[in-house]
Structure formats: structure tokens, C-alpha cells
């Protein structure tokens, strides 16, 4: 640039022209800082926006972590970072921990031995975990494998997201014995016929062994019922075992063709016939 100096008193002093150098320096942009929030399942962003000096790329984030938006100078010539010499820097942003509550509190239902279990519950964030324990044992004998058998049982549930805070709460529930209905006899007579071993016709089931020894003869039998485990109770009171009888019959004999002859005394008595149904 050409700069005229020109004198107060010009009677005795010239005027005169020189070339100057000006230097306009960049105007500093200080780093804003990203805001990020607390967790909420939605996504959330850097918090800043665009402004006249700078733009603002932020992809936002849904989990718990930090993310990074990236800045850049809108006029790079007459703008800088406090900071950086780059046109375009990385603003560190963090989604934070949320803190958990149950939206309802979870139970497991009480059932029978045999069907399926059934839970409730909602935690306001993320699913959630169950362990088990017989009923009254220590903390360390929760599992997270359910019981099957018939008993009463201790139930832990515990949030299990990484996005809040860990929360927990406990119950109890009960797995009732199956009841049994004693089975009945189909046939609990038969008749002798020499050939044929009798049964009651019962077979081992899930719920109760059958011990039956059957016969051949004549004779009241008795069959036991034995329940396999204590997942099944009778459904007519308390015990183990049950029992039935059967009866198989003397068959009746039928004669036929009976003879006999007359004699005299001192004579040889002739000996009577008979005919039988019996082989």
C-alpha cells in the first residue's frame, strides 16, 4: 500500500509518498466444547450447531460411549482455531450412563410340575436377567438355569443393560407336584383256563411304576403303583404307592357222558366213565 506523509508545516517540509506492508492476522475461534446427554435409547448429539464462523458434522450416538463431531472453518483465510491450524478439528462428545427403575416389578407365577413357566416385569432400560436358588439357600447357589422340579424357590432379577445403571429385585415361586389319578382296571376278573397268565393290563408310565407278577392259577392278585418321583402326587391323598387287585377264577368243570353198571356182590366191579371240558 502507498502511504502519503504529508507535513504541519509544508513551507519547510515536503510531502512524501512510501510503500507500507500491512498484515491482517486471523481472527481465533476458540474449540467449543460438545454437550452430549444421559441415555435415553434415542440418539443424541454434539449439542452444537452451526454458526456464522464455522459448520458442524455430528452423526449423533445411541449407546453409552463417546463420539466426535467435526468442525469447519466456513472461511479458513480470514478464520482460525485457538489450537489448531487445521481448517476443520474434532470435538469430543459423551452419552453418559442412565439410571435404571422398573416400569413394573417382575414376578415369576407360581405352576405345576410340567408346565412352562411364566415371568413378568420391565425395566425402564434394557432387558433383564433371572437366577434361581432353592428356597432359603445362600446367594452363591443362584443359576441362571430354571428349575424344573416340583419345590419352592428363590428368584433374583438384575437388569443386564450396559446403557444404566444395574438394577435388582427378588421373589418367590413355587413349582407344584403333578397330580396322578389312580387308573382303573379295565377287566379284574378272569377264569382259569390253563393256558393263559393274567394281567391287570398296567404299564410303567412317566408319572408311577407297575409291579404285577400276573397268574397262571387261581388266585387274587395284587398290582402296586409307585409314583417315580416327588414331582407327582395321588390326586386322592397323601403317599408313595397304590394298589389294585384282580381275581382269576377256578373254572367251572362240566361232566358228560357219565356211565356206570350195576354189579353183583363178589363180582368185579366195572368202573364208571365220565367225559370232562378239561384238556
Known sequence: HAAVFTPYNSSNYNSRTVEVTVNVAKRGITIPSGIGGVYTGEKIYSGLSDTVTYTVSDDGGINVDTYYATLTLTDKDNYKWIGSDEAAVSVSYEITVATNSWVSTPSVDNFTFGETASSSGEAKFGEFEILYKPLGAADSEYTATAPTNAGSYDVLFRSTSANATVITSTDSFTIAPKEVTVPTLSEDEFTYDGTTTFTSGLTNTDEYTVTDEG????????????????????ADGEGTTRTLTYKVNPATVTLSGLTASNSTYGDERPEPTVTTDID
Not at 215 to 234: D, E, I, R
Open 215 to 234: 397268574s397262571k392259577t387261581a388266585k387274587t392278585v395284587t398290582v402296586t403303583l409307585t409314583l417315580t418321583s416327588t414331582n407327582y402326587v395321588w
